[in-house]
């Protein structure tokens, strides 16, 4: 219980505590309250698959049920759902139920550690148009350094799956991922110390230690984007806007002894920076004794283990490759491992109505990661999106940013 003050505790005590979710968010919630010397009531979820049902030792109640508890008694309740926490509490509130008595699992740890009930803020029209024009910007510099360069840059992920599927960004996806190889990535990185435009800076693990993602990061100056409250804890960085370019590692294969220990080691050492800078509790379970034991380095020395794994990763290339420090991936490790051939060639596809670089055989790698049916929009139920608690658009980058010397 050391840092928690009796106070924090007791605002939950003193009430009975109910948890929205009964899947793995939920289970973790749980985990944090019982750490804290807390005993929920009860499980509330909106699927009728899991109601009536028992989680650990605990009843799962209807969304009714719920409510009908609140009523005789204001029950804090902690909405154990990342995917579904924007509908959640838009349920909860427009039920009656006060803000004051919503939490947010993600923040908990925080919570008790500082008094501060921190939920993500609501994101209008406006902000997230201002938001993609400004990524999309940063998407032409990067395609104009590789280009005149000579590096090869891919579209990745939902980027990718948004090209294909909706010739720019999928409407309710808020990021850019590109990926690149290894070599090229660390090369791109070293030229654009000297070539970035004016009000783009580079941030790292080596130049920003204090930043709790294992990449260097292409960001915009004068904007924030927080997407997990890291400043309310120890943590202190450059959270401008930016977009996702990943390195491609090597991989011996596709299983084996030394591919999941690749795995392993982007899992605790993902997991060791989250929690030594937010509090915020491991989901896998086996490996939260190492967590907690690694995040004890200071973060130079954090960052300085991960940067000699990849040295080792990559002192040969592989038959394979995949991009190891996602640490919690929603996708199967196998899904995400490619052969290196698929890689060498190239073409173009429209984004936003400009032209991007990306693998040939791109339904090879969206055939992976989302199924056949990748060309069906998911339900508007389980459309992921980054939970968001800062954002700042500056006004001059609304108004002046241009093509940044695109070639078409």
Request: some cysteine; glycine content about 6%.
């Amino acid at each position: 219980m050391g840092g928690v003050s009796a106070k924090n505790r007791l605002e939950l005590n003193n009430k009975p505590v109910i948890i929205f979710s009964a899947s793995l968010g939920g289970e973790l919630t749980y985990a944090v309250l019982k750490k804290y010397g807390i005993r929920p009531i009860g499980f509330c979820d909106n699927s009728e698959k899991m109601q009536g049902r028992r989680k650990l030792g605990l009843s799962v109640m209807s969304f009714s049920e719920m409510l009908e508890i609140y009523k005789q008694a204001a029950v804090n309740i902690v909405i154990g759902s990342y995917t579904y926490f924007a509908p959640i509490h838009e349920q909860l509130l427009s039920a009656g139920i006060k803000e004051e008595h919503i939490y947010f699992f993600e923040t908990l740890t925080i919570y008790f550690d500082t008094g501060v009930n921190i939920k993500p803020i609501s994101i209008t029209d406006d902000e997230m148009a201002g938001l993609k024009k400004i990524m999309l910007n940063m998407m032409k510099i990067v395609h104009n350094i590789c280009e005149k360069h000579g590096i090869d840059y891919f579209l990745w992920d939902g980027t990718l799956l948004g090209a294909v599927r909706h010739k720019g960004f999928i409407p309710w996806d808020d990021d850019v991922d590109l990926a690149m190889m290894r070599d090229d990535y660390e090369r791109f990185f070293e030229i654009c110390k000297s070539e970035l435009p004016d009000g783009y800076s580079i941030t790292s693990p080596v130049s920003d230690p204090m930043t709790p993602v294992p990449l260097k990061h292409i960001r915009k100056d004068n904007t924030a984007r927080e997407i997990f409250p890291y400043k309310i804890t120890s943590c202190d960085y450059h959270n401008g806007i930016t977009i996702d370019i990943v390195p491609l590692d090597n991989v011996r294969r596709k299983g084996g002894i030394i591919t999941n220990l690749q795995k392993v080691c982007s899992i605790v050492f993902h997991q060791a920076v989250n929690f030594k800078f937010s509090r915020r509790l491991a989901s896998h379970y086996r490996y939260r004794m190492l967590t907690v034991l690694l995040s004890k380095l200071n973060a130079e020395r954090l960052h300085s283990v991960k940067l000699w794994i990849q040295k080792f990763y990559n002192k040969h290339k592989t038959r394979y490759v995949h991009f190891f420090f996602e640490g919690n991936s929603f996708v199967p490790l196998k899904r995400k491992i490619f052969e290196r051939e698929l890689f060498m060639e190239r073409i173009m596809l429209e984004f936003e109505g400009y032209r991007f670089w990306t693998v040939k055989h791109y339904r090879t790698i969206l055939e992976s990661v989302y199924g056949d049916d990748y060309m069906t929009p998911s339900p508007e139920a389980s459309r992921r999106t980054h939970l968001v608690y800062e954002l700042v658009i500056n006004e001059e980058t609304k108004t002046k940013e241009t093509n940044a010397g695109y070639v078409l």
